[in-house]
């Protein structure tokens, strides 16, 4: 998705998933769709915005790449308020569980894994 000069690659969204984009009045690029069968079992990371930090909880039996995350800001009414784009370096793809530094309360954090690893 690209807004401007920015652009935001969300790497895989599997059917009914939810995802977050941190950019103003995104316009959505080139899609590639996958064969189900090509994903292996793969299922999408999540993110919970816990006291100090941010939970990534990932089934998956191999770490993935990540491709950063989208964190969307709401206010009491659940307007969005404002959104920021984390690093890769600021997410976990790995397998099992992690805590890692961020997330404020009433934030949501969307992570992009991606199952390429280059």
């Given at each position: 998705?690209?807004?401007?000069?920015?652009?935001?690659?969300?790497?895989?969204?599997?059917?009914?998933?939810?995802?977050?984009?941190?950019?103003?009045?995104?316009?959505?690029?080139?899609?590639?769709?996958?064969?189900?069968?090509?994903?292996?079992?793969f299922t999408p990371?999540?993110?919970?915005?816990?006291?100090?930090?941010?939970?990534?909880?990932?089934?998956?039996?191999?770490?993935?790449t990540s491709r950063?995350?989208?964190?969307?800001?709401?206010?009491?009414?659940?307007?969005?308020t404002r959104g920021?784009?984390?690093?890769?370096?600021?997410?976990?793809?790995?397998?099992?569980?992690?805590?890692?530094?961020?997330?404020?309360?009433?934030?949501?954090?969307?992570?992009?894994?991606?199952?390429?690893?280059?």
């Open positions: 998705m690209t807004s401007g000069t920015r652009t935001a690659e969300v790497p895989v969204l599997l059917p009914g998933q939810r995802i977050g984009v941190a950019l103003d009045r995104p316009v959505p690029g080139p899609v590639i769709w996958l064969a189900p069968e090509a994903l292996g079992g990371v999540t993110a919970t915005v816990v006291p100090g930090g941010v939970r990534y909880h990932s089934g998956n039996c191999r770490a993935l950063g995350a989208a964190v969307l800001f709401r206010d009491a009414t659940g307007r969005i920021e784009q984390l690093p890769p370096s600021s997410v976990s793809c790995a397998p099992g569980e992690r805590v890692l530094p961020g997330g404020a309360p009433g934030a949501e954090v969307f992570p992009y894994c991606d199952l390429r690893t280059e």
